[in-house]
């Protein structure tokens, strides 16, 4: 029996060691009261962290986000969306916010809570991939991070870079092996 406890404590341990700190946080899903550990959720998965704005010029994102979750997550790929008012462009009240990604955009990836994507105010979510990246922090909404399977950045990718293209689309394939 001990050696089964110790085989089991070395085991969540090896799968707690692939968990990036930055996904080691319970976050609550959007309009939900239901919480979700986010290393549990992403592991073995390649992950596309976004902040999202429901009123931002590149909210039509939400589209080329869903179709690219929609076509790579039986493989492996986990789109997060994570509303932030930082710009001044997302709904006051997370009913809205979910009303906008869900009806108006078809979005079926997990959406969590708004929150600070930037500056001192930002989650440790964010802080810690804008470490990973060099500081690359959002400067806008709809900027990506994608994380490959073994929790380690691949790339940062500001909002201009559209989910359905490449080098995006092309980084997301390699890391899925494709």
Not at 33 to 46: A, F, M, P
Request: glycine share 10%.
């Amino acid at each position: 029996m001990k050696r089964i406890v110790l085989l089991l404590t070395l085991a969540s341990g090896m799968v707690g060691a692939a968990c990036p700190d930055y996904f080691n946080v319970e976050m609550r899903e959007l309009n939900s009261t239901q919480r979700h550990n986010l290393c549990q959720l992403t592991e073995g998965k390649v992950v596309l962290v976004v902040n999202t704005a429901s009123y931002c010029g590149y909210s039509g994102q939400f589209r080329d986000l869903e179709r690219l979750y929609q076509g790579y997550k039986e493989q492996g790929l986990v789109v997060l969306g994570f509303p932030s008012n930082d710009f001044r462009q997302e709904a006051g009240n997370e009913n809205k916010t979910a009303e906008v990604c869900r009806r108006d955009y078809g979005v079926t990836f997990p959406m969590f809570n708004r929150v600070a994507v930037r500056g001192s105010d930002a989650v440790p979510l964010f802080k810690g991939l804008a470490a990973a990246a060099d500081g690359d922090a959002p400067n806008w909404n709809f900027h990506k991070y994608l994380v490959g399977r073994d929790g380690k950045l691949i790339g940062s990718y500001g909002a201009n870079q559209n989910p359905a293209d490449d080098p995006l689309q092309q980084e997301v394939k390699r890391a899925l092996g494709l």
